[in-house]
């Protein structure tokens, strides 16, 4: 049977998994198989959230292995270390507990007709002095929740400091990059720190408990929209108190401290870089497999490795151009889109057709301005050009992006438990988790 692999069951993956499943998985056409290094899914869009606790990974995340049984395909543990192109296998490393260091599963080998890598990126540190050192990054769910600890443990050792005469108690945050990450996450903290107030956690009894400072190496926050959005993204930003400084990159980051170019020193208790992405390190090494200067696979219009066409790669961790010498943005609605994609792809492959090539249709981006606000811009469909929203209407439209790609994957009836059951746990419970 003709054997498909996808490495990486995140936003793309996962979908490209689920829809191969319900297809070639249940008719025997093919066997399909998800690997992915950790055993459960979270959205990574969803990750600033974790980092302030409005979002509780346990009640959110989607178990592969359940998922696999649900949708007809495969699912296996494990972390992909190489790839033998030659004899169509790939490795992956032995399986260990987390906290006793066994091993859980020996290292294996698994053999594929066509192999998918949809392993998503990481953060990129420029080479920064003391950046991967110091700054925490935001790329996994166990970061978030790292980041999330340290937030609440600075707090609240600080305000049982502010009882002390003359100590501020004050928690200075340093959050460098200022696109949608960065400010998501800047307006997210402002909630959280409302939130510890509220039950006494923390409160250094002055105006603000928590001194936000967003610094962005460009001339202005969120490059990737339009110039009026990132106006009045960074209007509310200041509204709530955040520091905004753009066009002065961070040269050195230490333990207590960020310097820019400029020479200004940013006192900082804790500092998160969301200042750009690369591809994992591993694709740069994968049995000659071409990547680009961010270890980008370079797959053709029809995602395709330009390097081995039994090869597909998609999702961040693919370059694969747009238009006018542009390429395809690594973002979730990309990684949406070449899923859907892949998955007719795929089939028309195995049923003997070639491949179509990808067309990339950008619908505008939202960013989430906290609890009740978003800002951003829609794009094509009936709109036809580009129009701005923000407010109640937009954070409704940005919310309406997690639950779509819940229908996606779980389908509609679960999506809209999940949203009734979660709705009404609310009820009563603290808006962000205090342990
Ligand atoms: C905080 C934050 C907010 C964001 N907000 C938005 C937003 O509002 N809108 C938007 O469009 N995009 C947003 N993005 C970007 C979006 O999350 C990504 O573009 C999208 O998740 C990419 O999907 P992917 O399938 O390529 O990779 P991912 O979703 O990152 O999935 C990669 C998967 O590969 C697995 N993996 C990695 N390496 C290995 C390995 N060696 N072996 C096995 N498995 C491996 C990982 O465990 C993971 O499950 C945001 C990103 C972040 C961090």
Known sequence: MHRIVIVGGGAGGLE???????????????????????PTHIWKPLLHEVATGSL?????????????????????LGELV???????SLRLAAVLDAESREEVLPPRELTYDNLVLALGSQTHFFGVPGAQANAIPLDTPEQAEKLRRRLLQTCIRKGSKSCEINFPGVVNVAIIGGGATGVELSAELRRMEKAFRKFGLHAANQESDINITLLEAGPRLL??????????????LRKLGI???????????????????????VPADITIWAAGIKAPDLLANLDGIEV??????????????????????????????????????????????????????????VSGFSPRE?????????????????VGNL???????????????????????????LATVAGVRRMLIDSLVHGLRRVGMPRVKLH
């Open 56 to 76: 509780d990974t346990n009640a959110h995340q989607l178990e592969y292995a359940a998922q696999a049984h649900w949708h007809h395909f495969e699912f296996t």
């Open 292 to 349: 680009n200067r961010i270890n980008q696979v370079k797959v053709t219009r029809s995602l395709q490795s330009q390097t081995d066409s039994n090869i597909f790669a998609f999702g961040d961790c693919a370059c694969c151009s747009w238009k006018d010498d542009r390429f395809v943005p690594p973002r979730a609605q990309a990684a949406h889109q070449q899923a859907a994609f892949l998955a007719k792809s795929l089939r028309a492959r």
């Open 243 to 265: 520091q905004v400084s753009v066009g002065d990159p961070v040269t050195k980051v230490d333990r207590d401290s960020v310097t820019t170019k400029s020479g200004s020193c």
């Open 16 to 38: 490209l998994a689920t829809r191969l499943g319900d297809t070639l998985g249940k008719s025997g056409r093919a066997n399909v198989t998800l690997v992915d290094r950790c």
């Open 223 to 236: 490059p990737a929209l339009s110039p009026r959005v990132a106006t009045i993204t960074t209007d509310l």
């Open 82 to 88: 190489g790839l033998d192109r030659a004899s169509k």
């Open 379 to 405: 794009m094509g469909g009936v709109i036809g050009g580009s129009i701005m929203i923000e407010g109640l209407i937009a954070k409704f439209m940005y919310a309406a992006l997690y639950r779509k790609h």
């Open 358 to 374: 990808f067309k990339y249709s950008d619908r505008g981006s939202l960013v989430s301005l906290g609890a009740a606000s978003a």
